[in-house]
């Protein structure tokens, strides 16, 4: 840990002798830079990371438009989380690289100075923690996170694991049969309604009112949710032919953490019903980022009679 320094500071007050030592230190250092990357909130960073952390490891992919962060789980969930260059105060890539992290060990490092809450109400309150990664040509050495807080500094080292192939849904726009653009706030006021702990989540999308209907299947019956194509909260509904799926309710509960911070949410189906859920996020810069999630269908609850159990039908209009 260093003390009174800052990771954003490019004039330091040195002696001519320490000031070219450090310079001989700071060019060998750089040699082998591959990416480094500054963002004055890690908490921006440590946000978005939340919505896909249903996995213990993710991919790291550092482009040259951004930082995208990959996370699945048993081969039917797919989460990237898209982080643009513009989000950064300053972003340098050398080369595209490409590793596998503990993710929950980033979050930890980003959190190292912990959430401060407000005795009130209990909301995290606003931080000045600024966040520095590091990553070298050297595909040993781990990837390292500076962290300053009121000019103190701690370096994290977090362990580079082996790359791993992730899954191709193979989901291409031409193949989109409906595409559907909420409000997120309006939309997770939908989620409520009905019971996220059912055994699955159906939806079905139609050019005829209701137009967009949820409807959560369990063994106590089931409830649903009607969204009309005239509601304030949907901006925008497109629908070429009927849609009438069913997904594992965990997917959605994913969808709910996404919608805390996001703003808008695009839900997407193509032909074979692989469901794309892509949230549109804001930054304290003002500046976007995409969380976006892959969805495969249930096929064994797709194949099973529809479940003829009584619903309690709740319709969303504003």
Request: hydrophobic share 40%; proline share 3%.
């Amino acid at each position: 840990m260093l003390e009174q320094m800052s990771l954003f500071d490019t004039h330091q007050e040195d002696t001519d002798e320490e000031e070219n030592n450090v310079n001989e230190q700071e060019q060998t250092d750089n040699d082998d830079i591959a990416f480094v990357a500054k963002l004055k909130s890690s908490r921006t960073l440590a946000s978005i990371l939340k919505t896909i952390h249903f996995a213990d490891d993710a991919i790291f992919c550092a482009l040259p438009t951004g930082i995208k962060i990959i996370v699945e789980d048993k081969q039917c969930v797919q989460g990237n989380a898209f982080i643009d260059t513009r989000v950064f105060d300053s972003y340098e890539l050398v080369r595209q690289i490409r590793f596998r992290f503990h993710l929950e060990t980033v979050l930890n490092c980003l959190n190292v100075f912990g959430i401060p809450l407000d005795p009130v109400t209990h909301e995290p309150l606003p931080t000045n923690v600024a966040v520095q990664i590091h990553y070298r040509e050297n595909q040993t050495h781990p990837l390292q996170l500076y962290l300053e807080e009121e000019g103190v500094i701690t370096e994290c080292l977090i362990k580079v694991l082996d790359d791993t192939d992730t899954i191709d849904f193979d989901f291409q726009t031409e193949n989109v049969v409906t595409k559907v653009v909420f409000k997120a706030s309006g939309f997770k006021e939908a989620l409520s309604e009905i019971d996220l702990k059912a055994d699955c989540i159906e939806l079905l999308i139609t050019q005829d009112v209701p137009h967009f209907r949820l409807i959560a299947n369990g063994c106590g019956g089931s409830t649903s949710v009607d969204i009309n194509q005239d509601s304030p909260v949907m901006d925008t509904f497109l629908c070429t032919e009927p849609v009438n799926n069913r997904y594992k309710t965990q997917f959605f509960q994913y969808i709910v953490r996404a919608l805390s911070i996001a703003s808008k949410l695009s839900l997407r189906i193509d032909a074979a019903g692989i469901l794309c859920a892509q949230f549109l996020i804001y930054t304290e810069k003002d500046k976007p980022s995409l969380v976006e999630y892959f969805f495969g269908p249930d096929e064994e609850l797709n194949e099973h009679e529809a479940n003829t159990q009584s619903s309690d039908v709740v319709l969303i209009e504003d």
